[in-house]
């Protein structure tokens, strides 16, 4: 299990968009990714899960991979994350 906190820095936190990029890129990969938000464990390879746990601007999280390629999703997330995820 490999994890990594983050400050959302998405001016309208994680709405349809930088949640659809996220998502579509972490099904990619074999290992289970969790968004951990205010104590709620979000599956990140779900878009609908992330839009429902209103991640807004300024929010930290924590990405947890765990799996066979947990390094590189994890790796992967990362640099989307800190790139704005699209935006």
Do not use: W
């Amino acid at each position: 299990m490999v994890s990594k906190k983050f400050v959302i820095e998405n001016e309208q936190g994680l709405h349809m968009r930088p949640a659809g990029v996220l998502a579509k890129a972490v099904t990619k990969f074999e290992s289970d990714v969790t968004i951990i938000f205010e104590d709620k464990k979000i599956n990140a390879k779900s878009l609908l899960n992330i839009i429902g746990a209103c991640i807004k601007c300024g929010s930290e999280i924590e990405l947890v991979c765990e799996g066979p390629d947990e390094e590189a999703a994890l790796a992967h997330a990362t640099e989307l994350i800190e790139s704005g995820l699209g935006e």
